[in-house]
């Protein structure tokens, strides 16, 4: 979507991403990230698990915006579920594994036509194919898809070219959650900022407002961000506003969650570690257990399996010899 954004709100948003950026480094002084080495998601650094508690927020739920979505949900059938983005930093050489933003879905929320989460990342600046960029696999992931997307390594050639780039400053990207998409290197000298709303199709709002993961999404966009909203957006976003006590403000001091390169090298370092016999438990997301689960099976000595709870998921991996 071309000029999603006027000028004064590019310079805004991006004022207030570099900002977090400077707390974030402030923390991470290693630069580990927590999407892979110099990469950042602003949204799972936050203690709120949003940046939804900045009035630049405000800027981003301008009506192309809205007009996008009532394309793909049709008007009031769909909800706003946080605000946040990704930051890479300058001369960062790794790509990002190719992932998707959500996991598999109750089919009455995941079907081809209504996507249960769709992404909204906004180009606050001119975005080119040497500046970070994203990277997509256009058709592959649910409901096409049920597998994980392969390795890095054997991903095809094509697809680490498929990038969404050029974006000029003011243009958004509408994506459905569920494509297979990764980072991809930034060449250049300063960072790459791509600030993003997130929204709940009607349906799929309804499961994660029945489960344990709704207080994530309640009470994270505080009133002065409310108080700015068009009528229009204010009833996208009502379900979110902080109504008893202000959203939590600041980092998480233990944001940082190696990935990558680094994930991989630390892992490594543990299995190696562990005697015969013993037992080798890793704790994380979804996405992180799979690749840790690909790791240790690829040593060839270690029987493993993902452990499956309602909360953190854990591998468990016990050392044959």
Not at 98 to 107: R, V
Not at 198 to 226: C, D, H, I, K, W
Not at 253 to 260: A, E, I, K, L
Request: proline share 7%; charged share 25%; hydrophobic share 35%.
């Amino acid at each position: 979507v071309e000029g999603a954004l006027s000028a004064a709100a590019c310079d805004a948003v991006r004022g207030r991403c570099q900002q977090i950026l400077e707390e974030m480094l402030r923390i991470d002084g290693k630069r580990h990230g927590n999407r892979g080495a110099g990469r950042y998601s602003m949204g799972a650094a936050a203690l709120s698990g949003q940046q939804l508690h900045h009035v630049e927020w405000a800027e981003l739920l301008a009506d192309p915006v809205l007009d996008a979505l009532d394309s793909v949900y049709g008007e009031g059938r769909y909800v706003l579920s946080g605000g946040g983005g990704e930051i890479v930093l300058g001369h960062v050489d790794e790509y990002q594994d190719l992932h998707a933003d959500i996991s598999k879905q109750p089919p009455s929320c995941d079907s081809r036509d209504r996507p249960p989460l769709m992404i909204v990342n906004f180009a606050v600046h001119d975005i080119w194919e040497d500046h970070g960029p994203t990277r997509i696999w256009p058709g592959r992931g649910r409901p096409h898809d049920h597998a994980r997307p392969m390795r890095q390594d054997a991903e095809p050639v094509d697809v680490l070219r498929s990038t969404l780039a050029p974006m000029r400053a003011g243009s958004c990207v509408v994506r459905d959650a569920r494509i297979w998409h990764g980072g991809t290197p930034n060449m250049r000298a300063y960072p790459r900022y791509l600030p993003n709303l997130e929204f709940f199709s009607a349906e799929y709002n309804e499961v994660v407002r029945a489960s344990s993961y709704r207080g994530r999404y309640g009470g994270t966009l505080s009133p002065e961000v409310f108080a700015r909203l068009s009528p229009r957006a204010r009833r996208v976003c009502a379900s979110l506003l902080a109504h008893d006590a202000p959203p939590p403000l600041g980092l998480k001091p233990n944001f940082v969650r190696p990935q990558g390169k680094l994930f991989r090298e630390q892992l490594l370092a543990r299995l190696a570690a562990t005697p015969v016999g013993g037992e080798f438990v890793f704790q994380g997301n979804g996405f992180e257990c799979h690749l840790a689960l690909d790791i240790v099976q690829s040593q060839g000595n270690f029987r493993a399996a993902i452990e499956v709870t309602h909360g953190p998921r854990r591998m468990m991996a016990t050392r044959l010899y």
